[in-house]
């Protein structure tokens, strides 16, 4: 296994000292698991993260899209 020597801003080193701390284990091992969790994490689209909100509303009007009356002027 390689070293890797990195410069990271004040805050987050205090962030990563306590995390490990608190899960009793090095730095090192700690941030190796974020980076392959990372790595794992497939991406996401709009539709996959708003998927839940997806029909949620109602507008009460049944016909928007098809609706020339509801469609006048869109897109101006």
């Known amino acids: 296994m390689k070293t890797l020597t990195m410069k990271v801003p004040?805050?987050?080193l205090v962030w990563l000292e306590n995390e490990a701390k608190r899960?009793?284990?090095?730095?090192?091992?700690?941030l190796r698991n974020i980076l392959q969790?990372?790595?794992?994490?497939r991406p996401q689209s709009a539709l996959d993260l708003?998927?839940?909100l997806c029909?949620?509303?109602?507008?009460?009007l049944g016909d928007?899209?098809?609706s020339k009356?509801?469609?006048k002027g869109f897109g101006r």
């Open 10 to 12: 004040d805050e987050l």
């Open 23 to 30: 899960a009793r284990q090095p730095k090192s091992a700690l």
């Open 37 to 41: 969790q990372h790595r794992q994490r």
């Open 50 to 52: 708003a998927a839940d």
């Open 55 to 60: 029909g949620c509303v109602e507008s009460g």
């Open 64 to 66: 928007l899209a098809r």
């Open 69 to 71: 009356k509801h469609l």
